[in-house]
C-alpha cells in the first residue's frame, strides 16, 4: 500500500503530518508513505529527519490584498499542481492526506483531479484558508475542535476526530508522576510554560506570581523559561528578591525534556493555547489558563482558547491584558476554590481525544478499500 501526506510551513501543519505517517506505518507496516512539502520549508529539514522519504514542489501563499505577487502566486500554484500530478502518478498513492500549509493546496488538488481519495486534517478551531479552501473538494475532513464545523462548507464530509499526541503524554498516572518528582502528597503543582522558546509576556507576569506564593505552603511551581530566557529571568528573579530560582517550592528550568511527566503531575497549566498543547492537555485532563499567542495566524490561538473556556475546561487572559496582578488573582481564586478546580480537570478529560491518531488512521483506511 502506498499513502501521501503533504503540509507545511509551521511545525502546526508538519508534526501533526509526521504522526499521521507514523501511524498509517503503524498499521501497515509495510506500507510507503511519501511526504510532499515546500522547497525551502521547514519540513524539508524535519521530515528526512524522521526517515520518510520526502519531495519538494513550489508553494506559496496569496496576500489578501490586490498585489502583483499574487500573478508569482498562481503561478507557482500551478507549477505546484503539475509537479504534483507527476509525482503522484510515479507513487500510485491509495489515499492522499494533508496538514495545511501553502503546499497542501497543490498536492490534494492534483489528487482529487486525478480521482484518488483524499482527507484533509485542521488543527485549530478557527481553519486556515487552505483546508477551508480544500474542504469542498476532498471525501474526508477530520477537525481538531468542533468549533471549526461552521467554518466548513456544508457539505463536506466531516468527522471530529482531535489531534494526535505523543504516545509518551499518556505514559504516566498521575501518582506515579508526582512520586517521582518528590511532590508532598496534597500539593498543587502549577505547571507554567510558553512553548519550546519560551514566552516573554508569560514570564514577566510569573515574577509576580513567583513572589507572591514564594514558600507558600501546599503549593509548588514548574516553570519552563525558555532556553533563551533563563538568565535573563533569573536575574528578574533576584531583583524580586527571590535569591535562588530552586528554592522553596520554586523549580525554575530553561527546557522541559520531562513534559509529559510534569503534565501528569500538575494540577493546573499555564501556557499558550496551540493546538497540540491543548490537545496534550486534555489528554491528560489538565485545566489551565490560556495566554494566546497574539501573533497567530488568524488568532487562531485565541479561538483554540475559547473553545475550551466555553466549555469551562479553561481560563483565557489576553497577552495584552496579562500581568502579575491578574495572574496572581485568577490562580489564587482557583486554589481557594478546589471544587472548582476539580470542575475544570473533569471537564479537560472529557474534551480530550487520546485516541485521535487511531481514528484518523481508520479514516484512512477506510478510503483506501473504497
Known amino acids: 500500500m502506498r499513502f501521501v501526506v503533504t503540509g507545511g510551513g509551521t511545525g ?38 524522521a526517515n520518510l522519504p520526502f519531495y519538494a514542489i513550489p508553494a506559496a501563499g496569496l496576500k489578501r490584498s490586490l498585489t502583483l505577487r499574487n500573478l508569482l502566486v498562481f503561478w507557482q500554484a500551478t507549477r505546484g499542481i503539475l509537479l504534483a500530478r507527476k509525482i503522484l502518478a510515479g507513487f500510485k498513492p491509495q489515499v492522499v492526506v494533508g496538514t495545511g500549509g501553502y503546499v497542501c493546496g497543490p498536492v490534494v488538488l492534483a489528487a482529487v483531479m486525478m480521482g484518488i481519495p483524499t ?5 485549530n478551531a478557527l481553519p486556515g484558508l487552505t483546508n477551508r479552501l480544500l474542504a469542498r473538494f476532498v471525501n474526508q475532513v477530520a477537525l481538531t475542535f468542533e468549533e471549526a464545523r461552521k467554518y466548513m462548507p456544508r457539505r463536506a464530509r466531516i468527522k471530529v476526530t482531535g489531534l494526535p499526541v505523543r504516545p509518551e503524554i499518556m505514559g504516566w498516572q498521575k501518582d506515579e508522576a508526582r512520586r517521582a ?9 502549577i505547571l507554567s510554560f510558553g512553548g519550546s522558546q519560551g514566552a516573554r509576556t508569560i514570564n514577566r507576569a510569573m515574577i509576580e506570581v513567583l513572589k507572591h506564593f514564594y514558600n507558600r505552603d501546599g503549593v509548588y511551581f514548574l516553570h519552563v523559561t ?55 492537555l486534555t489528554a491528560v485532563g489538565l485545566p489551565a489558563i490560556l495566554v494566546p499567542y497574539p501573533h497567530a495566524t488568524g488568532n487562531h490561538q485565541e479561538y ?37 478546580l476539580e470542575a475544570m480537570a473533569r471537564v479537560s478529560r472529557r474534551l480530550g481525544r487520546p485516541r485521535a491518531l487511531e481514528e484518523i488512521v481508520e479514516i484512512i483506511s477506510e478510503l483506501a478499500r473504497q
Open 12 to 49: 502546526g501543519h508538519i508534526y501533526p503530518a509526521l504522526a499521521i505517517a507514523r501511524g498509517i506505518l503503524a498499521r501497515y507496516p509495510e506500507a510507503r508513505v511519501l511526504y510532499i512539502g515546500r522547497e525551502g520549508g521547514l519540513e524539508a529539514e524535519l521530515v528526512p529527519r
Open 181 to 189: 518528582m518528590g511532590l508532598p502528597e496534597n500539593a498543587r503543582l
Open 304 to 340: 483554540n482558547a475559547r473553545s475550551l473556556e466555553r466549555e469551562g475546561a479553561a481560563l483565557v487572559i489576553r497577552d495584552q491584558d496579562l500581568t502579575g496582578p491578574v495572574l496572581c488573582e485568577k490562580l489564587t481564586r482557583l486554589l481557594e476554590r478546589p471544587a472548582e
Open 226 to 280: 525558555g532556553p533563551r530566557h533563563y538568565k535573563e529571568f533569573c536575574q528578574q528573579m533576584g531583583e524580586a528578591g527571590l535569591s535562588r530560582p530552586e528554592n522553596g517550592n520554586i523549580i525554575l528550568v530553561p527546557y522541559l525534556d520531562e513534559m509529559p511527566r510534569a503534565m501528569a503531575a500538575a494540577d493546573l497549566a499555564i501556557c499558550r493555547a496551540g493546538a497540540a498543547t491543548l490537545s496534550e
Open 119 to 123: 482527507m484533509i486534517h485542521e488543527q
